[in-house]
């Protein structure tokens, strides 16, 4: 099934250039013409035409490779987005563990050397040391972790000129380019560049963590895109706009053990902000509110248990005057689903049971010899 | 002066710019350059093909807004767990959430196969304006892993516009949406048309993500009508979960709705559509001698009743020669239950002919 995981593009990168792209010098030129002025200004206006001319001339003058062949000159599109991933991306060498090579990705995210990478049992060692796209190599401290989202928040004491200004808001629409660079497979050795693969925005959502406690490997808002950055040894890497601008970090692997498929995302960028000024809790605000304290809840149902909590959630009693009792429930019942949750046994019905609230109604689907019937009721406190 | 000089300075910085974007009413964009003319026309600037790239995210966007619609979240069991904004992670096969679409204004919805792989006692579907409500299994193509439901109550939503089939080019922009993983909201994912006529002729393939997130939902264009229906396929087998292990490869395929319209025809009226079942092992013919030997025949089915005995060769079906085992498996797999075929071959010395209906596979 790993196989199967392999990203569209992967070319090689080039290295800093020393000049920033043609896109960019246009537009600043523009703004420059702007505030046209009388005689006086004449020569700095003749100027600015002779400036916004060039990159006419000059693009007639720079035979790209494919113009003879009558295709377009696109190989400069995504020179922003690279540039700047290539320049705040730093490998991290931690500790080996048995045959698993000790080292992963980070991105830089102040001018004072502070990395976020992700979560793993590499940075646990002794001695972590991060080595910078200028080729340097510095010892790093761990600062702290974050278990539910599976980040790290490292420290080098070195100056960074180069690091994502993580945005407050959330940068990248569905849609948008994404530009992924990392180091998937851990193809990229030693000083080799990382692989940069392109997809689009998917969807913006939230994950919640699964029953099964081996599938928690991220729990919070996440980018999906879909550019292939599921493989091992891409977490860490970077997400980002064409324009450069950071979307997110991509994540610890998600994979599902039930169905063996794997998420592709990144940790969105306000997200990362939270976690490098420390606003981030263990309490992860959701629309759902699964998380704050209320009084347990009662339905009547009481449920036939003989065989055990792995057996399929058949009522055997129904409580007088309870809400079950209201909305006709009786015993022999099949309860198929509370509140959208499928109940495959009695064990997932007490688990919802505790994360219902008394006083906000559900709809508990339940099956009745070969009828399925949907009621709604309203639970009360539990007494 | 100020004026003419002001003039001057803009009308050279339009050409100092040459992003040529054309926009019809609706706000999409069409800055690719058109494909039938590229070999005549001039290659655009590296500016015209950066504006455009820039914009084309827009017309992704607007793709998805045009489609949404139309878009249906399938529950198996009653009661939807979707929630806006939320997602529950990749749930087992045939559990969790599918996507459906829309294909008529009298409620028919089409989707996969794979969202009923655990047989449901219940579909739940939840239509785009949030409305709930009860479908109904009308009929099955389980050669095309297509699925037709239908519901009561469409309301006014809206039905898309569906590409001819002979409009669909390599090379085109394709976009799987689908609402699989949980939220209300749709995912997307770009590609392009990878190959026409794969898998028995009866799919396109993309490189756009298709993967449980989309199985049952449209691939469209880049205006928003519908290539088809994303599906797991997969050329060697026929089983419905065949092909999940292809998910978000590079390599999905989708079943154009472009020219479906008998096959949909025969799904409202009922008819589970089954791939054809002859009931015969196989194996090439040694020697380099034409045609392919029976192995062994299966009880009771097609083969087996029309007489077909192993060691028996077949040397010709529908009276085309068989050169290989390939061949021969390639053309019974494109035949669905009820087809009938006339077996040519060979018992000792003795050729025969057998016309055979065939059955479904007894697998189900």
């Given at each position: 099934m790993n196989d199967q995981q392999h990203g569209s593009l992967s070319q090689p990168l080039r290295r800093s250039r020393p000049s920033r792209p043609e896109s960019a010098r246009t537009r600043t030129q523009f703004a420059a013409i702007l505030p046209a002025l009388g005689w006086v200004q004449f020569g700095r206006l003749a100027f600015a035409l002779c400036l916004v001319c060039a990159p006419l001339m000059s693009a007639n003058a720079q035979p790209t490779a494919l113009d003879e062949g009558g295709a377009i000159g696109s190989n400069r599109v995504f020179d922003d987005a690279i540039e700047a991933a290539q320049l705040r991306t730093v490998k991290i060498y931690g500790a080996s563990v048995g045959r698993v090579e000790g080292y992963g990705t980070g991105i830089l995210v102040s001018n004072d050397g502070m990395i976020i990478s992700t979560a793993g049992v590499y940075l646990s060692g002794r001695r972590v040391r991060v080595g910078l796209p200028n080729g340097e190599l510095h010892d790093a401290k761990l600062i702290r972790t974050d278990r539910l989202r599976q980040l790290a928040l490292l420290k080098i004491d070195a100056e960074t000129p180069e690091f994502f200004n993580l945005q407050p808001e959330p940068v990248g629409d569905v849609g948008d380019w994404v530009v992924t660079f990392s180091n998937a497979f851990k193809?990229?050795?030693?000083e080799e560049p990382m692989s940069v693969n392109l997809g689009i925005v998917s969807l913006r959502t939230f994950i919640e963590a699964r029953r099964n406690d081996r599938d928690i490997a991220y729990r919070g808002k996440l980018v999906l895109i879909d550019a292939i950055t599921s493989n091992p040894g891409a977490s860490g890497g970077a997400v980002v706009k064409t324009d450069g601008e950071l979307v997110g970090m991509i994540g610890k692997l998600i994979e599902s053990s039930d169905t063996n498929t794997r998420l592709n995302y990144a940790v969105p960028n306000d997200l990362l902000l939270d976690f490098v000024e420390n606003r981030l809790t263990d309490d992860v605000a959701t629309a759902g509110a699964d998380d704050e304290p209320h009084k347990p809840a009662e339905l009547g149902i009481r449920l036939f248990g003989l065989n055990g909590p792995r057996s399929p959630a058949y009522v055997d009693r129904v409580a007088r005057g309870s809400p079950a009792f209201q909305a006709r429930i009786r015993p022999d019942d099949l309860i198929i689903s509370v509140g959208g949750q499928r109940i495959n046994t009695i064990k997932d019905y007490q688990e919802e049971l505790k994360r219902l609230i008394p006083g906000e109604s559900v709809v508990v689907v339940y099956k009745r010899g070969e009828e399925l019937v949907r009621v709604e009721m309203t639970p009360v406190e539990k007494k | 002066m100020r004026t003419v000089i002001i003039s001057l300075v803009v009308v050279g910085a339009m050409l100092g710019q040459r992003a040529i974007v054309a926009q019809d009413d609706t706000g999409a964009t069409e800055a690719v350059v058109d494909k039938q003319d590229s070999s005549t026309q001039a290659p655009p600037k590296t500016d015209e093909v950066l504006q455009g790239l820039r914009l084309t995210p827009r017309a992704f966007r607007i793709a998805t807004e045009r489609i949404r619609g139309s878009l249906v979240t399938i529950e198996s069991y009653g009661g939807s767990s979707t929630i806006e904004g939320r997602i529950g992670g990749i749930r087992r096969q045939g559990e969790g959430n599918s996507t459906g679409l829309l294909i008529s204004s009298d409620g028919y919805i089409i989707t996969s196969t794979f969202a009923f792989l655990r047989q449901p006692p219940a579909i739940m579907v939840m239509t785009s304006d949030g409305k709930k409500q009860f479908a109904k299994i009308v009929g099955r193509d389980d050669t095309r892993k297509l699925c037709l439901l239908k519901i009561d109550d469409p309301s006014d939503l809206p039905v898309p516009e569906i590409v001819p089939a002979d409009e669909i080019e390599i090379g085109q922009w394709a976009m799987s949406v689908g609402v699989g993983y949980g939220d209300s909201n749709p995912a997307v994912s770009m590609g392009i048309i990878s190959a026409k006529n794969r898998v028995g002729e009866k799919a396109v393939q993309t490189d756009a993500n298709v993967s449980p997130a989309n199985y049952g939902g449209p691939l469209i264009d880049i205006e928003g009508r519908v290539i088809g229906i994303c599906v797991p396929l997969s050329p060697r087998s026929q089983d419905v979960g065949a092909g999940v292990e292809w998910y978000d490869s590079g390599i999905g395929f989708a079943i154009p709705l472009g020219g479906l319209e008998r096959i949909i025809e025969k799904l409202k009226a009922g008819e589970n559509i089954r791939p054809g079942f002859l009931g015969v092992q196989l194996k090439q013919n040694e020697d380099g001698k034409p045609g392919a030997i029976i192995e062994s025949v299966v009880e009771d089915a097609p083969a087996a009743k029309a007489g077909l005995q192993p060691e028996d060769v077949i040397l010709k079906v529908d009276g085309e020669d068989v050169v290989d085992l390939n061949q021969l498996r390639r053309k019974i797999r494109k035949l669905i239950e009820g087809d009938e075929i006339t077996l040519t071959y060979l018992r000792g010395e003795e050729e025969n002919e057998a016309k055979i209906v065939l059955a479904s596979s007894p697998a189900g």
């Open positions: 193809v990229a050795d030693g | -």
